[in-house]
Nanobody, 125 residues
């Protein structure tokens, strides 16, 4: 059974940093074509944050996080990370890890087959 489990969320002051982790079970991330992070703020639609293509290790970021967030995959392909620096109150959201078996538009939720339950990130001003 495929499962993605996020961790690392919490409360942080503006300007601070957090590192989110997403651990895969049932499959390693080596079985997926794209691994992504999305977030959903209260009252808003879920939106794309970052993605990593397994082949070529290309990375993609939403404009709102570019230069502040970094997505990476460990060599064992079991855990994907989202390093978040210089956090802002508008980054407050539930963050979700997702994985796609086939290729697709990395910023589109429909491209992804599996989703984690999410981890809360709260940034205070």
């Amino acid at each position: 059974q495929v499962q993605l489990v996020e961790s690392g969320g919490g409360l942080v002051q503006a300007g601070g940093s957090l590192r989110l982790s997403c651990a895969a079970s049932g499959r390693t991330f080596g079985d997926y074509t794209i691994i992504g992070w999305f977030r959903q703020a209260p009252g808003k639609e879920r939106e794309f944050v970052a993605a990593l293509s397994r082949i070529g290790r290309n990375t993609y970021y939403a404009d709102s996080v570019k230069g502040r967030f970094t997505i990476s995959l460990d060599n064992a392909k079991i855990t994907v990370y989202l390093q978040m620096n210089n956090l802002k109150p508008e980054d407050t959201a539930i963050y979700y890890c997702a994985a796609a078996l086939l290729g697709g538009v990395v910023s589109t939720q429909m491209s992804y087959n599996y989703w984690g339950q999410g981890t809360q990130v709260t940034v205070s001003s």
